[in-house]
């Protein structure tokens, strides 16, 4: 099945630094890109919807400048967490879809990054 | 705006029993998709079954079956004779032609042995 990793899966960092979270397709095309967020035992929430090659495109509330997404390639998505907080420690989730997939799932999912912001 | 609900925070069930989740959805559209995903203590996303809203016929996967009612929006999920390793969360979802999901609130299953 197709297969999508993500990278790191914990990191621990300070506060105030920046932390970049990675999402590769590994062996499609991925012509768009989504991120979550999780928060323990609640649902996914989606930040944003990236575009390979375009702006992403982000929810509602979730702010531009803070959570920077970058989808430069059909196999490559980045999440950049700028002057990261404690309030930014939460489950990020990157998903997939595009091109060579079978027709069963919408999305295909990484495994997702634990970040830690002290 | 497309809306997906679990009214059932947590849920247990015997090993060997049967059990149901229930998810209602709110949309305007005619042809969509549903989905149940299971996310154990990995925080993986796994998908457990699908099924498409043209289709009359409720799909099933060994032991997860689902019941569909398109006029009601319910789309419950059955698991049948369950096991320690179905204990997880389980997330239904709801996606339109675009591929956007969207996820209910989730239902935490125990399994007690």
């Known amino acids: 099945g197709a297969v999508v990793s993500q990278h790191p899966s914990w990191v621990i960092c300070k506060s105030g630094t920046s932390v970049k979270i990675e999402c590769r397709s590994l062996?499609?095309?991925?012509?768009?890109m989504f991120w979550y967020r999780q928060f323990p035992k609640q649902s996914l929430m989606l930040m944003a919807t990236s575009n390979e090659g375009s702006k992403a495109t982000y929810e509602q509330g979730v702010e531009k400048d803070k959570f920077l997404i970058n989808h430069a390639s059909l196999t490559l998505s980045t999440l950049t967490v700028t002057s990261a907080h404690p309030e930014d420690s939460s489950f990020y989730i990157c998903?997939?879809?595009?091109?060579?997939?079978?027709?069963?799932?919408?999305?295909?999912f990484g495994d997702g990054t634990r970040l830690s912001i002290l | 705006a497309q809306t997906v609900t679990q009214s059932q925070p947590e849920m247990s069930v015997q090993e060997a029993e049967t059990v149901t989740l229930s998810c209602t959805y709110d949309t305007s559209e005619s042809d969509y998709y549903l989905f149940w995903y299971k996310q154990p203590p990995s925080r993986q996303m796994i998908l457990v079954i699908r099924?498409?809203?043209?289709?009359?016929q409720n799909a099933t996967e060994n032991r997860f079956s689902v019941n569909f009612q398109k006029a009601a929006k319910s789309f419950s999920l059955k698991i049948s004779d369950s096991q320690l390793g179905d204990a997880a969360m389980y997330f239904c979802a709801y996606a339109s032609q675009g591929g956007k999901l969207i996820f209910g609130q989730g239902t935490e299953l125990s399994v007690k042995p």
């Open positions: 062996d499609f095309q991925a012509t768009t």
């Open positions: 099924q498409e809203a043209y289709k009359q």
């Open positions: 998903s997939a879809s595009g091109y060579g997939l079978k027709n069963d799932q919408p999305q295909h």
